[in-house]
């Protein structure tokens, strides 16, 4: 009796995991089919936080334009120096508006009509919290607010605590809207497996300390852009992003919590679009495909 009861367990098994793997299969086949209607290069990856083997990577290591998702590094970075005592994010800093170049050290400056946040444009001279500043870098995607806090906590810097937190190919080297290094492709740059890497480390509370993670996680759960990764996931989902866009181009990345259910990590990156309003609908369809796998 043993002996058949341990054979049918062997053979219920085998087909389980060889289900699970089409699964995988069928879930990369349905997303390069929605890609395959619309023109322009991709990225794509998932993981679950509970099961990494639970993974789907497609394309991972193509270099990007990073757009405003270099922003949830930033963030990260300030928290680490906050945590080594360099600052307090309720420190106070001067809002301004005139960087320097990284290619020459040439003066420069923002216009806010090519800023997601002009709000802000009104304050300049005035003093406003790190804090605060880093709220409206990450929610409101504010251009102004990230180039003050690049100055405050250094590019080089950034991208160092990224390579140590095994993010090995993403480049933090400037602020936003400095042409100069613009046109010598002086950009910062990620690939889909690097921000997977960093919102891993948030989701499981390693990113600087488990307090600090879980206050970065509330505030990317803040996010006012949510045509991608959110938009065809139901109400009850909560979903801490970070999406960024450029000509062209349009990225999401983020973690999803799922009342009950698993918590994944999703990164989606596009860029050489024709369409980009087809490209922010595919994410979308992308992004539901991806959840209905994970709570079948």
Known sequence: ?????????????????????????????????????????????????????????????????????????????????????RFDLDDSIRVKNEFRSIVDGSRYSLTPEDDSYQELYDHIGEKRSIRTLMGEMITASSNLATNILVETVGAERTTRTMRRYGADSIHVRRGVEDMKAYRRGLNNETSAHDLLVIFERLARGTAVSEAASEEMIQILKEQEYNDMIPARLPDSVEVAHKTGWITGLHHDSGIVFVPGGPTYVVVLLSQNLEDEDAGVTAFARISRLVFDYMTQ
């Open 1 to 85: 009796l043993c002996v058949a009861l341990l054979l049918v367990a062997a053979v219920f098994f085998v087909p389980s995991t060889s289900t699970h793997a089409q699964s995988i299969e069928r879930l990369e086949q349905d997303i390069r089919s929605v890609l395959d209607s619309v023109t322009g290069d991709f990225a794509v990856a998932v993981r679950n936080v509970d099961d990494t083997k639970e993974a789907l990577l497609m394309n991972e290591h193509q270099m990007f334009h990073a757009a405003s998702t270099m922003k949830t590094p930033v963030m990260i970075e300030l928290y680490r120096q906050a945590h080594d005592g």
